[in-house]
């Protein structure tokens, strides 16, 4: 399989290099702009630092460069505003669909933590599971498909829900919802600001368990209701008088966690950040190159799955 993620991956990533050419300046580079990218992806691939993709013997028969610009060329190409167009757009590729129409959508983060004595200054300290670590970020929006739509690394110590007043904008943007579309996620994103500045005003329904709703005291809950947006007041009666239904539809929230997973597994994954991954430009560009990679995985699995049905 992964010979088959490899072509489709290069093959995808010259067809962007080649619509968006070469805008650096009036001479061609002696290195091209497929060349680099491609040469990023498969040092992420293998989990290994961008300087072992400048040596001959770190590829093999199916991509082997004829020559390799130095790390110094390397690392200066590849933060490029074109090289950076054609990573967007390979991600687009894999990730967009003509026509199809998706009725549900899931969000979350995951930690990506770095040592607690790291001196990446960008690195920020914030709660994790069990305590407290210092790291970053990945918020992540899955469609039904559970490919990775949008997404953003931030500090580790940023609000999910203030990541998620930009991520669903976009996600709007990229994608075509159902008129039942669902928005999945868990209680770190029950709230009524979130409801009022971004669900509302967006026309999107938020499925999540409540957060400390049962803390407000009986004599104050229905002046609490009325304060709060439509959608969360729904939420809210949905919860009292439907609680098993909305049990079984938040089942389905569990994909991301397998999104997760898969993104993770394996020496080459994504459970935590490699030494020579640091700052926050740089972590966000290897976070991207991983998604590109699991996206392409998730399409050709598909494509395998409609080969098998035909």
């Not at 691939?45 to 993709?53: L, Y």
């Not at 991600?91 to 990506?112: E, M, N, S, Y």
């Not at 991520?167 to 868990?186: C, F, G, K, W």
Request: charge should be positive; glycine fraction near 8%.
């Amino acid at each position: 399989m992964d010979r088959e993620l490899w072509r489709l991956v290069l093959n995808v990533v010259e067809q962007a290099a080649r619509k968006v050419g070469w805008n650096g300046g009036r001479r061609q580079p002696v290195y091209s702009n497929y060349l680099i990218v491609a040469m990023y992806l498969w040092s992420v691939g293998d989990g290994k630092p961008m300087s072992w993709a400048c040596r001959k013997w770190s590829y093999n028969g199916l991509f082997r460069p004829r020559s390799l610009p130095s790390v110094s060329q390397f690392t200066r190409r590849i933060k490029s505003e074109d090289c950076q167009c054609i990573l967007q757009r390979v991600h687009d590729q894999f990730v967009l669909t003509p026509g199809q129409i998706t009725a549900r959508l899931v969000i979350d983060g995951k930690p990506l933590l770095v040592s607690p004595v790291s001196s990446d200054r960008q690195a920020k300290r914030g709660k994790i599971s069990g305590g407290f670590g210092k790291g970053y970020k990945l918020h992540a929006v899955i469609d039904e498909s559970c490919r990775i739509v949008v997404w953003s690394v931030m500090g580790l110590n940023t609000d999910e829900k203030t990541v998620a007043r930009e991520l669903l904008p976009e996600v709007l943007r990229r994608v075509v919802l159902s008129n039942d579309a669902l928005i999945q996620a868990d209680s770190h994103y029950d709230s009524a600001p979130l409801h009022a500045d971004t669900i509302m005003p967006l026309g999107l329904t938020m499925l999540s368990p409540l957060a400390g709703q049962n803390k407000v005291q009986s004599k104050s809950r229905a002046r609490h209701l009325k304060s709060m947006p439509a959608t969360r007041r729904t939420l809210v009666h949905c919860w009292k008088n439907h609680p098993a239904l909305m049990d079984y539809l938040l089942r389905s929230r569990d994909d991301i966690e397998r999104t997760f997973g898969t993104l993770t597994c394996g020496a080459d994954g994504l459970s935590g950040l490699p030494a020579w991954v640091r700052g926050l430009a740089r972590v966000r560009r290897y976070v991207g190159g991983k998604i590109i990679l699991y996206n392409a995985m998730q399409t050709l699995r598909h494509q395998r799955r409609q080969t098998i049905a035909a």
